[in-house]
């Protein structure tokens, strides 16, 4: 079973279609991954760039995230909420936990996805780094947050695009990463607005002074 596993993998390398990346003029263009970081994504825009101040710029979540993710959390709560009422059913029954229990798979997951939506993601150059994360980083700390990056490490900003494909619908997915010098990658967002992608990779090429990589030509949006 692993052999042919194995096998399957090594025969979807080998169809894979090289990749012109000479008109990225960057020999570390061609030492990187150009797959997705994150598989899977939405169809929608969940985040956008946004100034703070001269040195400071954070993504944002998008009322329509927010909205998202708020529809899971109060399905979760109102629905089961509605047929214990509507049923006039026991508090204490195994169908009312059912019910609760149900519910509340709901109810997580849209908190989940508020709390991923709503979480910081800022490149800030008064402290000299990016970061993800409720924890700030210090200029001169010692116990930096797992994850922050140094300013000065970041090469080249990335933009993937991933198709995704299920039983009810199709669409394409777009990745923002950071390459940093050493050919390590680092997700920033993913959300299904290339337009809006590229703008604020653009705003942020600007901010940081570094070049945009972006191999989305063939998605006609």
Wanted: proline share 4%; aromatic share 14%; with cysteine.
């Amino acid at each position: 079973m692993f052999k042919k596993i194995k096998a399957k993998i090594e025969r979807l390398q080998q169809e894979r279609p090289k990749l012109d990346l000479s008109h990225f003029d960057d020999p570390l263009a061609g030492e990187i991954d150009w797959f997705p970081l994150k598989g899977g994504g939405t169809n929608f825009k969940t985040r956008s760039l946004s100034k703070k101040s001269f040195n400071r710029y954070h993504f944002k979540a998008t009322l329509g995230s927010l909205f998202f993710s708020g529809v899971f959390t109060l399905c979760g709560i109102g629905l089961p909420l509605g047929i214990i009422l509507s049923n006039d059913l026991p508090i204490f029954s195994l169908e009312t936990l059912g019910i609760v229990f149900f519910g509340s798979i709901f109810t997580g997951v849209g908190s989940l996805l508020g709390y991923q939506y709503l979480q910081p993601v800022v490149f800030d150059k008064s402290v000299g780094y990016f970061w993800k994360g409720w924890k700030e980083p210090e200029m001169y700390g010692r116990d930096n947050p797992k994850g922050a990056i140094r300013l000065s490490e970041i090469h080249a900003i990335q933009i993937l695009a991933e198709y995704i494909r299920s039983d009810n619908s199709s669409y394409y997915s777009y990745e923002l990463n950071l390459i940093l010098r050493d050919g390590s990658r680092f997700n920033v967002i993913d959300h299904g607005k290339l337009d809006q992608m590229r703008k604020d990779a653009e705003e942020l090429s600007s901010f940081l002074g570094k070049p945009v990589w972006d191999l989305t030509s063939h998605v006609n949006r």
